[in-house]
């Protein structure tokens, strides 16, 4: 019989195991007192280059935790990675270095459209992906966890200490990804939780990327369903209550389901909401994300 698992597995078109990632070229792009970063290019088995920023704490002092951080979208096609070491305007600081802060290290590649990989539209990418039955956010779910299997492999990594952090787009990939791997001890979400089936009744789920289609997702669990299987690890859900992409009308049903869930299988549920605030991550929900993913892979 099938699990839950398996048949997310399908839903997103994912086939495990994913084709491994080899280091092609390293470059420093940042180096402070705290922390050293660099761009990467990463490749796959018969695939292109990929680009990807990695960044660890300089002093290192024994194997360390370690976050796989999946990049926004915004329309800003041109980020992608980079915003882990350069930031975005969605978010209050960029997100590795902040980690190496904390004595945690962080890799974060450039998903299909953007960065790097800019090439060829999203719209053009998800639609031949459909045409074949698969999805776009499938195939980003695919090359994170190749990104997450070259991590937990590196030298000084913790591999029972890892974790995802995400906002908007890469928020909903993150308690995905966490939902179909295992060894994610605790996952950060912000700026993307809603039930999709609330949002097509308030007529807000056009405000989302056809990246998001998944062709028969709602079948098999709603994303309040999905977020509970992460129970009983640790999760982190930050959400602002002005987000026209996450109304309370939406996110109020998938909570809902994700508290039932821990309640049920117990684990760490940490829900930072902020009445005032909108598609970005406050000065709050920043330091609320940090102290939590501090704390979960200690």
Request: proline share 7%; hydrophobic share 45%.
């Amino acid at each position: 019989m099938r699990t839950p698992r398996d048949r997310l597995l399908a839903a997103f078109g994912v086939t495990l195991p994913v084709p491994p990632l080899s280091v092609r070229r390293v470059t420093t792009v940042l180096q402070t007192a705290e922390c050293r970063a660099e761009e990467l290019r990463l490749r796959a088995e018969g695939g292109d280059d990929i680009r990807a920023f990695w960044c660890r704490p300089r002093d290192l002092a024994g194997p360390v935790p370690a976050v796989l951080i999946l990049h926004a979208h915004g329309n800003r096609y041109d980020i992608g990675a980079a915003e882990m070491v350069h930031g975005r305007p969605a978010l209050h600081t960029p997100t590795g270095p902040a980690l190496a802060r904390r004595g945690i290290a962080s890799l974060c590649l450039d998903m299909p459209c953007f960065g790097s990989r800019a090439g060829q539209s999203e719209s053009a990418t998800a639609k031949a992906l459909l045409w074949e039955g698969r999805s776009l956010a499938g195939q980003m779910l695919c090359d994170n966890l190749a990104a997450l299997d070259w991590l937990s492999a590196q030298p000084g990594i913790d591999p029972a200490r890892l974790g995802v952090f995400g906002l908007s787009m890469g928020a909903t990939l993150a308690y995905w990804l966490a939902a179909l791997d295992p060894r994610l001890r605790a996952v950060a979400q912000e700026c993307c939780f809603a039930d999709f089936r609330r949002l097509i009744a308030l007529g807000q789920h056009d405000l989302h990327g056809i990246y998001l289609t998944v062709p028969g997702l709602l079948a098999h669990a709603s994303n309040g369903q999905i977020a509970g299987m992460v129970a009983p690890r640790a999760q982190f859900i930050g959400l602002g209550d002005l987000d026209p992409l996450t109304p309370p009308a939406a996110v109020d049903p998938a909570l809902a389901e994700v508290r039932a869930a821990y309640a049920r299988n117990g684990g760490r549920l940490l829900i930072h909401r902020e009445p005032a605030s909108g598609h970005v991550e406050t000065p709050a929900m920043h330091a609320a994300m940090l102290d939590f993913m501090t704390d979960a892979l200690a």
